[in-house]
């Protein structure tokens, strides 16, 4: 199975800080990953696919990139609306694998 | 408009059954493959697997498999998850998603119904 390492597993910071969350594939994955952002008592709602496309409605200050096996999901400027639990998912292989998850806090 | 409620969840005992069920609505349920997901008290989340849109593939997750069955009933708009010989491992909250756009997977979630397996 590929394991998708997530770091940090919560962090938090201050509202109009540049944020970044990341996942480590163990296997490549190509660009197969997918970021979900679940609010408290909420499904989770994909952000990016693809691992750097915007999904339709999701506020530009959201971004993904790639670098090899390394994979960031980064907010520009934090905003309060963006605590949450962030989660991200490799769709190149099966079983389906996801990252353990990150919670983000406001200061 | 696209929408998925699941429904059976409950507490039920280890080694014991439970049969969740999806029931599908806004689209044309037996165009789309189907999947369940489930979260656990810790926040993490795990695919379980998938079924295609006639019902005669599955796709398990390694650890759920011989003792899970998805099935779907498309006359219904219904998808299942048959939960057999449970473990406390398997309390969660599982929900039913699915791709319905064409390039992003997982675009649609239902709300999650809750499984506690516990004595």
């Known amino acids: 199975d590929i394991q998708m390492t997530q770091s940090p597993s919560s962090m938090s910071a201050s509202l109009g800080d540049r944020v970044t969350i990341t996942c480590q594939a163990s296997?490549?994955?190509?660009?197969?990953l997918i970021w979900f952002q679940q609010k408290p008592g909420k499904s989770p709602r994909p952000m990016i696919y693809?691992?750097?496309n915007l999904a339709n409605g999701v506020p530009s200050r959201f971004s993904g990139s790639r670098s090899g096996s390394d994979y960031s999901l980064t907010i520009s400027s934090l905003e309060s609306e963006d605590m949450a639990d962030y989660h991200c998912?490799?769709?190149?292989?099966?079983?389906?694998?996801f990252g353990s998850g990150t919670k983000l806090e406001i200061k | 408009e696209v929408q998925l409620v699941e429904s059976g969840g409950s507490l039920v005992q280890p080694g014991g059954s439970l049969k969740l069920s999806c029931v599908a609505s806004?689209?044309?349920?037996?165009?789309?493959?189907m999947d369940w997901v489930r979260q656990t008290p810790g926040k993490s989340l795990e695919w379980i697997g998938e079924?295609?849109?006639?019902?005669?593939?599955?796709n398990y997750a390694p650890s759920i498999k011989d003792r899970f069955t998805i099935s779907r009933d498309n006359a219904k708009s219904t998808l299942y998850l048959q939960m057999s010989n449970v473990k406390s491992d398997d309390t969660a909250i599982y929900y039913c998603?699915?791709?319905?756009?064409?390039?992003?997977?997982?675009?649609?979630w239902g709300q999650g119904v809750m499984v506690t397996v516990s004595s």
């Open positions: 998603t699915m791709q319905y756009s064409s390039y992003i997977p997982f675009d649609y």
């Open positions: 806004g689209f044309t349920f037996s165009n789309y493959w």
């Open positions: 079924i295609n849109t006639d019902g005669s593939k599955t």
């Open positions: 296997q490549d994955i190509g660009n197969n």
């Open positions: 693809y691992a750097t």
């Open positions: 998912l490799q769709y190149k292989q099966y079983p389906l694998t």
